[in-house]
């Protein structure tokens, strides 16, 4: 599976981005799609997941501000983002699981919030 990740950028507090990520490959059997934020020096962290059935999951500090949808005909899934914060400020990592496979990753998009 390959990913392509899109749409980082800088933008000032307050302000809205929508990343997308597009998978193809072997994209049979893709479970979970979904995001994930690293600062450097600190941990990978969760933001945002979405089933294949639409269900999602957000970390605590996304809940009310971003919002994650897929498009399956498209194999792409979307991370609108609302009310950036500077702690928001982030490389973005688009990742997948696939069915008995495990997870994929795409290459990381930089969001970058300035107060």
């Known amino acids: 599976v390959q990913l392509q990740a899109s749409g980082g950028g800088l933008v000032q507090a307050g302000g809205s981005l929508r990343l997308s990520c597009a998978a193809s490959g072997s994209i049979f059997s893709i479970i979970v799609m979904g995001w994930y934020r690293q600062v450097p020096g600190t941990q990978r962290e969760l933001v945002a997941s979405i089933t294949r059935d639409g269900t999602t999951n957000y970390a605590d500090s996304a809940k009310g501000r971003f919002t994650i949808s897929r498009d399956n005909a498209k194999n792409t899934v979307y991370l609108q983002m609302n009310s950036l914060k500077s702690e928001d400020t982030a490389v973005y990592y688009c990742?997948?699981?696939?069915?008995?496979?495990?997870?994929?990753w795409g290459q990381g998009t930089l969001v970058t919030v300035s107060s």
């Open positions: 990742y997948t699981i696939r069915a008995g496979a495990g997870a994929y």
